[in-house]
């Protein structure tokens, strides 16, 4: 389902959930139940397959006779193929069922440590009657959620985690932070009522097994993992409503708990704290990578310093601005900010910064205990970037040195002239590139990379010109078309809506071209295949043929060719189609595919043994080629 189906889908539903509300909440039940019966029916074929196999063999071996053992032989191979997929197919469904998800991380919290939080805790609980947390984490993120962790897959077995991030209790008051927690907890608590949480606990568990089932590469388990890549857009749409009802659901449970003003505080400061985290914090501590050779060992306190010392009033109304204007969509089921505040009874129209903490939920919860929490925090983060600090100092420490080299020149070629441009951005971004672009534009006016760096520094500046630079990349390189029409989609979104959609919808379009491509050229159908002679250079063709004489024994022969591709004629795909030996057999020829694949090969080529029986229309066409074998 492409997003355009997808979003229309979820407007259908979101009318459906206003107008008939009955029918809405039976219509994801029902999709729900479609999940478990989808795996219901992989788990009873697979159980069919295999004691279907295994009562034919109990009944030739009873009343077979002397033929029995002929019979067997003779069905054996036959029967044996179809079991392994079967069994695969049984595997892969129980350990979507009962596999044990990863926990949490962080640093665990004991009531010792935080008396003041946990006593907060417990009142919520009474309050909410709502379960316990089983796990308190503290981590180093700017948030905090609920999880219910899942130990057997959709079998259950739940343990409930707390998660608090640093930064946002150093941000938050008390009170503000109790909003947010109430309102996470409202999700583990059913505050939207028992089957709303069951739906949101179902969402964060297929979410897990679609990551899991994107891994499986048998035959089997590609069968089980493809029935559930069509399900799960279906799914996702039709509990995506209800899950944003849960999210202001769970918004009027922290107003109950703490009172509305709190709340509104808490939405609106954590939205300024993220965005002054990831415009300002982060990217100065990335900026001091340049001159520090190791990691600061202290990046909590840091930031609790930036935040009170750095964040200018300007800055936070600005901040504040850049999140009410944001409009809700379907790409997450939080609302925006602008929404949830209407849904406290808040104008956002009235909405100003709030005033300083005074003093934050990190000190009050956590007390004389809070120095040693930030250590180990700030300890194991240190630890954990170090080799990438390390590796990214010493990589800018080289760019500056080719940056000097790069101005020392006294005549640059176009492609050193380009670098210039490229080391330029990368180690002085306050610097003017658009001298030296004109510059190289002169030179060379459909330098693609220059065109399309020109288009965002003018778009950047609020000049409408970069987008018929961008336009001339579209035109140059099409494979530019997404991210062109993003900038140009971001720079008008606020300056021409109409003239924005229609660059959303270039992009759709380009996206789903794209990805029905990538489908065909990743995926090598022998029934619907189209092949061609190769027609690749001299020196790829050597290079195959090295590495098939260095191969151990097995090949007889080999055919290296192109794939024609229907979404794009002037895609290149290979393919190397190998003919095993008489004595190797299949399991052998297989294993030759397998290390082949192993191997750096001059080109991306699907590898295809012909002795498989799937293969025999393959034969067909590189007979019909009458191409002459790359080997021997």
Same mark, same amino acid.
């Given at each position: 389902?492409? !997003?355009?189906?997808?979003?229309?889908?979820?407007?259908?539903?979101?009318?459906?959930?206003?107008?008939?509300?009955?029918?809405?909440?039976?219509?994801?039940?029902?999709?729900?139940?479609?999940?478990? +019966?989808?795996?219901?029916?992989?788990?009873?074929?697979?159980?069919?397959?295999?004691?279907?196999?295994?009562?034919?063999?109990?009944?030739?071996?009873?009343?077979?006779?002397?033929?029995?053992?002929?019979?067997?032989?003779?069905?054996?191979?036959?029967?044996?193929?179809?079991?392994?997929?079967?069994?695969?197919?049984?595997?892969?469904?129980?350990?979507?069922?009962?596999?044990?998800?990863?926990?949490?991380?962080?640093?665990?919290?004991?009531?010792?440590?935080?008396?003041?939080?946990?006593?907060?805790?417990?009142?919520?609980?009474?309050?909410?009657?709502?379960?316990?947390?089983?796990?308190?984490?503290?981590? @180093? %993120?700017?948030?905090?959620?609920?999880?219910?962790?899942?130990?057997?897959?959709? +079998?259950?077995?739940?343990?409930?985690?707390?998660?608090?991030?640093?930064?946002?209790?150093?941000?938050?008051?008390?009170?503000?932070?109790?909003?947010?927690?109430?309102?996470?907890?409202?999700?583990?608590?059913?505050?939207? =009522?028992?089957?709303?949480?069951?739906?949101?606990?179902?969402?964060?568990?297929?979410?897990?097994?679609? @990551?899991?089932?994107?891994?499986?590469?048998?035959?089997?388990?590609?069968?089980?993992?493809?029935? &559930?890549?069509?399900?799960?857009? &279906?799914?996702?749409?039709?509990? &995506?409503?209800?899950?944003?009802?849960?999210?202001?659901?769970?918004?009027?449970?922290?107003?109950?708990?703490?009172?509305? =003003?709190?709340?509104?505080?808490?939405?609106?400061?954590?939205?300024?704290?993220?965005?002054? !985290? !990831?415009? #300002?914090?982060?990217?100065?501590?990335?900026?001091?990578?340049?001159?520090?050779?190791?990691?600061?060992?202290?990046?909590?306190?840091? &930031?609790?310093?930036?935040?009170?010392?750095?964040?200018?009033?300007?800055?936070? *109304?600005?901040?504040?601005?850049?999140?009410?204007?944001?409009?809700? $969509?379907?790409?997450?089921?939080?609302?925006?900010?602008?929404? *949830?505040?209407?849904?406290?009874?808040?104008?956002?129209?009235?909405?100003?910064?709030?005033?300083?903490? =005074? %003093?934050?939920?990190?000190?009050?919860?956590?007390?004389?205990?809070?120095?040693?929490?930030?250590?180990?925090?700030?300890?194991?983060?240190?630890?954990?970037?170090?080799?990438?600090?390390? %590796?990214?100092?010493?990589?800018?420490? =080289?760019?500056?040195?080719?940056?000097?080299?790069?101005?020392?020149?006294?005549?640059?070629? #176009?492609?050193?002239?380009?670098?210039?441009?490229?080391?330029?951005?990368?180690? %002085?971004?306050?610097?003017?590139?658009?001298?030296?672009?004109?510059?190289?534009?002169?030179?060379?006016?459909?330098?693609?990379?220059?065109?399309?760096?020109?288009?965002?520094?003018?778009?950047?500046?609020?000049?409408?010109?970069?987008?018929?630079?961008?336009?001339?990349?579209?035109?140059? $390189?099409?494979?530019?078309?997404?991210?062109?029409?993003?900038?140009?989609?971001?720079?008008?979104?606020?300056?021409?809506?109409?003239?924005?959609?229609?660059?959303?919808?270039?992009?759709?379009?380009?996206?789903?071209?794209?990805?029905?491509?990538?489908?065909?050229?990743?995926?090598?159908?022998?029934?619907?295949?189209?092949?061609?002679?190769?027609?690749?250079?001299?020196?790829?063709?050597?290079?195959?043929?090295?590495?098939?004489?260095?191969?151990?024994?097995?090949?007889?022969?080999?055919?290296?060719?192109?794939?024609?591709?229907?979404? @794009?004629?002037?895609?290149?795909?290979?393919?190397?189609?190998?003919?095993?030996?008489?004595?190797?057999? #299949?399991?052998?020829?297989?294993?030759?595919?397998?290390?082949?694949?192993?191997?750096?090969?001059?080109?991306?080529?699907?590898?295809?043994?012909?002795?498989?029986?799937?293969?025999?229309?393959?034969?067909?066409?590189?007979?019909?080629?009458?191409?002459?074998?790359?080997?021997?």
């Amino acid at each position: 389902m492409d !997003q355009t189906a997808y979003d229309a889908l979820i407007a259908r539903l979101e009318k459906r959930a206003r107008e008939r509300p009955a029918l809405y909440t039976a219509s994801v039940a029902a999709v729900a139940l479609l999940g478990f +019966l989808i795996l219901g029916v992989a788990i009873g074929f697979s159980f069919l397959l295999i004691g279907g196999f295994a009562g034919l063999v109990v009944l030739l071996t009873k009343f077979g006779g002397a033929g029995a053992a002929v019979l067997l032989a003779k069905l054996g191979k036959a029967l044996f193929l179809l079991l392994i997929p079967a069994w695969l197919m049984l595997r892969s469904t129980w350990t979507m069922l009962t596999t044990r998800f990863p926990a949490p991380e962080g640093r665990e919290l004991t009531r010792a440590e935080a008396p003041a939080l946990f006593a907060r805790l417990d009142d919520m609980r009474t309050r909410m009657q709502g379960p316990r947390f089983h796990h308190v984490l503290l981590t @180093d %993120e700017m948030n905090a959620a609920v999880v219910q962790h899942p130990r057997f897959g959709l +079998l259950g077995g739940h343990r409930n985690y707390l998660i608090l991030g640093l930064p946002l209790l150093q941000v938050l008051s008390p009170e503000e932070a109790m909003a947010v927690v109430a309102h996470e907890y409202g999700h583990l608590a059913g505050q939207h =009522g028992r089957f709303g949480a069951f739906i949101y606990r179902l969402r964060n568990a297929w979410g897990q097994m679609q @990551d899991m089932a994107s891994g499986w590469t048998d035959a089997g388990s590609r069968l089980v993992a493809k029935l &559930f890549h069509w399900y799960a857009p &279906f799914f996702n749409a039709y509990t &995506f409503v209800l899950a944003r009802q849960n999210e202001y659901e769970a918004d009027r449970s922290s107003a109950e708990l703490v009172g509305p =003003g709190p709340a509104a505080n808490a939405l609106t400061r954590f939205n300024i704290a993220s965005r002054f !985290q !990831q415009a #300002e914090f982060w990217p100065g501590v990335h900026r001091s990578i340049r001159t520090e050779p190791v990691p600061p060992v202290a990046c909590s306190q840091l &930031f609790a310093s930036a935040w009170r010392e750095r964040l200018l009033p300007e800055q936070q *109304r600005e901040f504040l601005t850049q999140a009410l204007d944001r409009v809700t $969509d379907h790409s997450d089921t939080h609302p925006a900010l602008a929404d *949830r505040l209407r849904a406290l009874g808040v104008d956002p129209a009235q909405v100003a910064p709030p005033a300083p903490a =005074g %003093e934050t939920a990190a000190d009050a919860w956590f007390g004389s205990n809070l120095l040693a929490l930030q250590a180990a925090l700030d300890t194991e983060w240190s630890q954990a970037v170090a080799p990438q600090w390390q %590796e990214r100092h010493a990589y800018l420490q =080289g760019q500056l040195a080719r940056l000097a080299e790069l101005r020392a020149l006294a005549e640059r070629s #176009e492609e050193h002239e380009w670098e210039l441009i490229r080391v330029t951005e990368e180690m %002085e971004p306050e610097t003017d590139l658009l001298p030296l672009l004109e510059a190289l534009l002169a030179r060379n006016p459909k330098h693609a990379s220059a065109l399309y760096t020109r288009g965002r520094v003018r778009l950047d500046r609020g000049e409408e010109t970069g987008i018929a630079d961008l336009e001339k990349v579209m035109q140059l $390189d099409p494979e530019a078309t997404l991210p062109a029409c993003n900038l140009i989609y971001g720079f008008l979104a606020e300056r021409d809506e109409a003239r924005a959609e229609t660059y959303r919808q270039r992009w759709i379009a380009r996206n789903d071209f794209e990805e029905r491509l990538r489908a065909e050229l990743d995926t090598f159908d022998p029934k619907t295949a189209k092949l061609a002679a190769s027609d690749l250079g001299a020196e790829a063709h050597a290079g195959f043929l090295a590495v098939l004489r260095d191969h151990p024994k097995g090949i007889k022969r080999a055919w290296l060719l192109r794939r024609l591709i229907d979404t @794009d004629p002037e895609a290149r795909a290979y393919v190397l189609a190998i003919e095993t030996t008489m004595w190797t057999g #299949e399991s052998g020829a297989q294993k030759i595919v397998e290390t082949l694949a192993a191997i750096p090969l001059p080109e991306a080529v699907h590898i295809v043994p012909l002795s498989l029986s799937a293969f025999a229309k393959t034969r067909k066409q590189i007979k019909k080629l009458k191409l002459e074998p790359l080997y021997p």
